[in-house]
């Protein structure tokens, strides 16, 4: 009892107690082993990947109308979006349907837990994990390891199908704002058209340079045979033989006065509509220039998204592993034997420690 306090005492008692501590180390150690050796093979399997920029999608990057180079690779913000993605109830319950996991895991689908537990047992099978280099690292578990490397592969693929449909998503937005703005286009640019033929039509405009040059060319033929006829006739109105003459330039007189004045008339209405149909013309030259670049912008935009493009750029795929992953059925009884030692130990320095003492008395009192 004079060691008791002191470290020699420890050890003495230790000894003392070999016995028992061995036998509890061993009977452990008997438990650990058969215990592991029930218990289920688990096999990792891991595919690697980056997430890609969203500017693959865009119609400049498909068909190269940007002036500078795309980026192939994502943001920090891109790798966070795809494991957000990966960690969606979402993909959950694609693989819960995909790989019948309720069977699989010996689930009953009909009790009300049953969702829960399958997420649950899911969630201890699948990891995602982003590394300090960006990249995406996910991984699945099963007892089978041909169904891990699928399981693993099908998830990969699932998150880049997902990641490509937000796009699509949003670009089908874009395509029915396009459209509508086209076709409110197209009605104006129809409006505009029906006016400018009704215009045209009751100006008599329709090639404002071409009809002034022929007007003012007639008007200045007219006048010009109207001055000659006038100087004609002023000289043969005092020759007596001319008479016949005389009335013959009277009355084509008459007629290119008539026809000064038709002309004077319809250049007029000419000069009147020329102004409003210059206006209208240009208005639906620049409308009809506006609709053509949003269609063809429309059309690129459809292009894209018509195009499948990348959202994940694969380092690496899941393949099948060779080794399993858990349990680690040597460390397993290793830590168990380490474990029982210590509080063997434990155990017999309390009991040697205080075997003296009147239990009874101490607790009547």
């Known amino acids: 009892m004079e060691h008791k306090d002191n470290l020699l005492g420890v050890v003495e008692t230790i000894f003392k107690w070999k016995k028992y501590i061995l036998y509890t180390c061993l009977a452990t150690a008997v438990g650990a082993i058969i215990t592991v050796l029930v218990l289920p093979v688990y096999y990792k399997s891991t595919t690697t990947f980056y997430a890609a ?10 068909f190269g109308n940007s002036s500078t180079a795309p980026d192939y690779y994502g943001t920090g913000n891109d790798t966070e979006r795809i ?44 990891e995602v994990v982003k590394t300090k280099y960006d990249a995406v690292e996910l991984s699945m578990e099963d007892q089978d390891k041909e169904m891990a490397a699928e399981m693993a592969n099908a998830a990969r693929d699932f998150i880049a199908a997902t990641a490509q449909r ?38 008599g405009v329709y090639n404002t340079i071409a009809q002034s040059e022929s007007l003012s060319e007639l008007l200045a ?29 009277q009355a084509a007189i ?43 912008r429309y059309k690129q935009i459809k292009a894209a ?19 399993k992953s858990r349990p680690k059925r040597s460390l397993i009884v290793v830590a168990s034997v380490l474990v029982a030692f210590v509080f063997s130990v434990i155990g017999v320095l309390i009991f040697d420690t205080y075997k003296d003492v009147d239990w009874k008395k101490v607790l009547d009192i």
Do not use: C, W
């Open 254 to 296: 008459k007629g290119y006065e008539n026809e000064i004045l038709k002309l004077n008339e319809r250049l007029d209405i000419f000069n009147q509509g020329m102004a409003k149909v210059e206006v209208m013309y240009r208005i639906q030259e620049q409308t009809s220039e506006i609709l053509a670049e949003d269609q063809e």
């Open 305 to 323: 998204y018509d195009t499948d493009f990348p959202t994940v750029m694969l380092l690496e795929a899941a393949q099948v592993p060779v080794i």
């Open 221 to 249: 033929k007219a006048e010009s045979k109207l001055y000659n006829s006038q100087a004609k006739l002023e000289a043969y109105q005092n020759v007596a033989s001319r008479r016949d003459s005389v009335r013959n330039l």
């Open 83 to 126: 494991v957000t993605i990966a960690e969606s109830g979402e993909l959950i319950s694609y693989m819960v349907e995909k790989f019948n996991l309720y069977e699989r895991y010996d689930i009953d689908p009909e009790h009300p837990l049953g969702p829960y537990s399958v997420r649950l047992k899911f969630n201890k099978h699948y």
């Open 166 to 203: 937000l796009v699509k998503e949003s670009q089908s937005q874009l395509l029915n704002i396009y459209q509508s703005n086209l076709s409110t286009k197209q009605s104006q640019l129809d409006t505009l058209n029906q006016q400018l033929q009704s215009v045209r039509k009751q100006y």
């Open 53 to 62: 920029s969203p500017d693959l999608a865009t119609p400049e990057a498909i």
